[in-house]
């Protein structure tokens, strides 16, 4: 099976960086993804990490280490619109795409 | 680009009525397809799943099913509604090569 670790909630001031730690584990991996949700929408896609590494994508940033079974998202120069939660989420070789409970973020003024 | 069409967005249905969601997909062939519920105030719970048209996996025992009748279709049915099958119902889509997941709007449904 799989089991998917993040931390419930984080607290930041605008302008500052944070960093939102994932750790998962699976049989067979093909993939880790990261969603911004807010509250009562659906998920909206951030980045995708197969291979270890960094991927930027403006300000943010997704990082993986598959042989730790470690990502992290970091969210740069935070602005009030960012507070949400966070979610990870894994990808198994057979498709199957399990969720961590996801990382409440409140940006604070 | 990929457009993924979930409808209803919201739906109140009596105990014991039946249900029925579809999601469709466009701009995309043989997609990986899935079905989440998430409670108010939950993470998402992982439902159903397919990777291919007519291979339904299933994550957790309960009065749901699903159907990919079609490549880019899926479909949540249940014969009859509990209480406890309220929540937000999403479904997600993976792209061709499946580097990216996107997800439909979502059907909030209560169940009274």
């Known amino acids: 099976g799989q089991n998917i670790d993040q931390p419930t909630e984080m607290t930041a001031t605008e302008g500052a960086i944070v960093q939102i730690n994932c750790t998962y584990q699976t049989s067979g991996f093909n993939g880790l993804f990261w969603y911004q949700q807010h509250a009562g929408e659906a998920p909206t896609f951030l980045s995708y990490n197969v291979l270890d590494g960094l991927e930027e994508k403006g300000r943010f940033s997704s990082f993986l280490s598959r042989s730790k079974g470690y990502s992290y998202l970091l969210l740069k120069e935070l602005q009030m619109k960012d507070s949400a939660s966070y979610l990870c989420a894994v990808r198994s070789s057979w498709g199957k795409l399990q969720f961590g409970a996801g990382t409440q973020v409140v940006v604070t003024p | 680009s990929q457009t993924i069409h979930q409808w209803p967005a919201t739906l109140v249905q009596p105990v014991g009525s039946p249900l029925s969601l579809e999601c469709t997909v466009e701009g995309t062939s043989n997609p990986n397809l899935y079905w989440y519920r998430q409670a108010a105030g939950r993470g998402l719970q992982l439902l159903f799943y397919?990777?291919?048209?007519?291979?339904i996996s299933s994550e957790v025992p309960q009065n749901l099913s699903a159907s990919r009748p079609q490549d880019r279709q899926f479909i949540l049915s249940s014969k009859k509604l509990l209480l406890s099958d309220s929540g937000f119902y999403l479904c997600?889509?993976?792209?061709?090569?499946?580097?990216?997941?996107?997800f439909g709007q979502g059907t909030r449904l209560t169940v009274v």
């Open positions: 997600l889509t993976g792209s061709g090569m499946n580097t990216e997941a996107f």
């Open positions: 397919s990777v291919g048209i007519g291979q």
